[in-house]
Nanobody, 131 residues
Framework: QVQLVESGGGLVQPGGSLKLGCTVS????????ISWFRQTPGKRREGVSC????????YVLDSVKGRFTISRDNAENTVWLQMNNLKPEDTGKYYCVSSRRYPCTLLDGSLLAPPADDNFWGQGTQVTVSA
């Protein structure tokens, strides 16, 4: 059974940095496409970033381009989301999700989550950006 565990969330001041990790167990990371989504109460879930196997394709939400970087470390079975120059609007619970076959897919400029028959979700990690 594949399991995903997020790490690295916390409270940070505006302009600060956090590095989120999504660690895969029960399988080899190289088999999986990994995406990050965030959820804030009262707002729709938002796709933040995505990376395919062998780094053949990556995606980063326009509003975080130049601030967030996604990378994968197959040796550690972990996908990292480096978040710099954080803003209050980046506050939310961040989830990673894996898919074996569903590539990083945009619809009307928004990242789509993989379908229910091909996804595993983590429990999420809270990111709060506040002075």
């Amino acid at each position: 059974q594949v399991q995903l565990v997020e790490s690295g969330g916390g409270l940070v001041q505006p302009g600060g940095s956090l590095k989120l990790g999504c660690t895969v167990s029960g399988s080899t990371l190289d088999n999986w496409i990994i995406s990050w989504f965030r959820q804030t109460p009262g707002k729709r879930r938002e796709g933040v970033s995505c990376i395919e196997q062998n780094n053949r394709n990556t995606y980063v939400l326009d509003s975080v381009k130049g601030r967030f970087t996604i990378s994968r470390d197959n040796a550690e079975n972990t996908v990292w989301l480096q978040m710099n120059n954080l803003k209050p609007e980046d506050t939310g619970k961040y989830y990673c999700v894996s898919s074996r076959r569903y590539p990083c897919t945009l619809l009307d400029g928004s990242l789509l989550a993989p379908p229910a028959d091909d996804n595993f979700w983590g429990q999420g990690t809270q990111v709060t950006v506040s002075a």
